[in-house]
T-cell receptor, first 115, second 111 residues
Framework: KAGVTQTPRYLIKTRGQQVTLSCSPI?????VSWYQQTPGQGLQFLFE???????NKGNFPGRFSGRQFSNSRSEMNVSTLELGDSALYLC??????????????FGPGTRLTVL | QKEVEQDPGPLSVPEGAIVSLNCTYS??????FMWYRQYSRKGPELLMY????GNKEDGRFTAQVDKSSKYISLFIRDSQPSDSATYLC???????????FGTGTSLTVIP
């Protein structure tokens, strides 16, 4: 089975621009979660999508948004980029079987640098 | 106060040493406890997960959970240079799919 793929792997943007990141989950997985990873804060949860619906949302400003398509692929968008948005953005897919342990499988991440 | 606290290190040990990595947490609703390993320029990969309290062993790795103290540990025996990575603890409640991560501990095993 192919793993989680994320594109692009690296991005350089300037302040004020917007960016869209893409994630393709493992085949059959319907839950996709997004995380921001920075050296000081570690992995911080952005949001989770399941069956095209946002199910959970972390404590990030509205500039961060996402969506999920019918094939479970997901995109996240960051508008009006700030220097502090520079981070590794990780996508994780999960089969989600309800109230039991649901392993999250991570992609390699997209490294975003905001200049 | 963050929900999960983890000493960032860095931790440097000689090959063959026993390594102890720890996390504390504040949310008593956490029931699943995970340890991830992350190599440079890669995404985290799951090492082990434990449900509720107790110990779990997998080869050179042992995970311990003490829910009464809200404290979890990962022990690595006979550490190898290939174990050099960042180790992340993560936790989640029984329901829902939201994981809470520690900031990670950077480990270097010196040959």
């Amino acid at each position: 089975k192919a793993g989680v793929t994320q594109t692009p792997r690296y991005l350089i943007k300037t302040r004020g621009q917007q960016v869209t990141l893409s994630c393709s989950p493992i085949s059959g997985h319907r839950s996709v979660s997004w995380y921001q990873q920075t050296p000081g804060q570690g992995l911080q949860f952005l949001f989770e999508y399941f069956s095209e619906t946002q199910r959970n949302k972390g404590n990030f400003p509205g500039r961060f948004s996402g969506r999920q398509f019918s094939n479970s692929r997901s995109e996240m968008n960051v508008s009006t980029l700030e220097l502090g948005d520079s981070a590794l953005y990780l996508c994780a897919s999960s089969p989600y079987r309800g109230s039991s342990y649901n392993e999250q499988f991570f992609g390699p991440g997209t490294r975003l640098t905001v200049l | 106060q963050k929900e999960v606290e983890q000493d960032p290190g860095p931790l440097s040990v000689p090959e063959g040493a026993i390594v102890s990595l720890n996390c504390t947490y504040s949310n008593s609703a956490f029931q699943y406890f995970m340890w991830y390993r992350q190599y440079s320029r890669k995404g985290p990969e799951l090492l082990m997960y434990t449900y509720s309290s107790g110990n779990k062993e997998d080869g050179r790795f042992t995970a311990q959970v003490d829910k009464s103290s809200k404290y979890i540990s990962l022990f690595i025996r006979d550490s190898q240079p290939s174990d050099s990575a960042t180790y992340l603890c993560a936790m989640s409640a029984l329901t829902g799919n939201q994981f809470y991560f520690g900031t990670g501990t950077s480990l270097t095993v010196i040959p």
